[in-house]
């Protein structure tokens, strides 16, 4: 069956460094793969896709790579911030504009 | 950017009644929304596609009898909760896809409490 599987439950790092957030995926070839932000008690926020022949994404501070060999999807935050702290959901994209969701990502910045 | 809101924002009720969640996107027009269900610390799964003008379609394992859709128009899609029971309690999110349909627009959840 398909999976998605997102690292460790909680990535807790230092204001200023980067932050690293992987996905990874079985029995599941995307045609994209996406990423979002969800704050707690709210819906999640749309950041970045990458398409299936895509290699690296860039937004600003974040930072999205696909491997599709691997089956793995890295985001990155260069210079992270209180601010960014949140759960990080990794998404594949399907049929009928379908989104199967990873387990997510919290991330805690400290200062 | 697109909005999409959910109305109400939580709601708790006693077990067996039904409780009714709209989803609305609030400038631009959607003919498909997504309804995603929550529970704690875990992640989204979408319970259903709800199509404006024709019927849902449901996620194997969703009751169709229970969480009944409605797509009444291009901007509202409604979710109602059929007698909910404690195990209904759940994050409740709504989603309508972009323009070029990969990405979606999420609204900002309804907490149901059933007690």
């Known amino acids: 069956s398909q999976k998605i599987e997102q690292n460790s439950e909680a990535l807790n790092i230092q204001e200023g460094k980067t932050a690293t957030l992987t996905c990874n995926y079985t029995?599941?070839?995307?045609?994209?793969l996406q990423w979002y932000r969800q704050d707690p008690g709210r819906g999640p926020v749309f950041l970045l896709l990458i398409r299936e022949n895509e290699k690296e994404k860039r937004k600003e501070r974040l930072k999205v790579t696909f491997d599709t060999t691997l089956k793995q999807s890295l985001f990155h935050i260069t210079a992270s911030q209180p601010a960014d702290s949140a759960t990080y959901l990794c998404?594949?994209?399907?049929?009928?504009?379908?989104?199967?969701f990873g387990t997510g990502t919290r991330l805690q910045v400290t200062l | 950017g697109a909005v999409v809101s959910q109305h109400p924002s939580w709601v708790i009720c006693k077990s067996g009644t039904s409780v009714k969640i709209e989803c609305r996107s609030l400038?631009?027009?959607?003919?498909?929304m997504f309804w995603y269900r929550q529970f704690p610390k875990q992640s989204l799964m979408l319970m259903a596609t709800s199509n404006e003008g024709s019927k849902a379609t449901y996620e194997q394992g969703v009751e169709k009898d229970k969480f009944l859709i409605n797509h009444a128009s291009l901007t509202l899609s409604t979710l109602t909760v059929t007698s909910a029971h404690p195990e209904d309690s759940s994050f409740y999110i709504c989603?309508?896809?972009?323009?070029?349909?990969?990405?979606?627009?999420f609204g900002p959840g309804t907490r149901l409490l059933v007690l």
């Open positions: 989603s309508a896809p972009t323009s070029g349909q990969e990405t979606q627009y």
């Open positions: 998404a594949l994209g399907g049929t009928a504009s379908k989104l199967t």
């Open positions: 400038d631009f027009q959607a003919t498909t």
């Open positions: 029995n599941y070839s995307p045609a994209y």
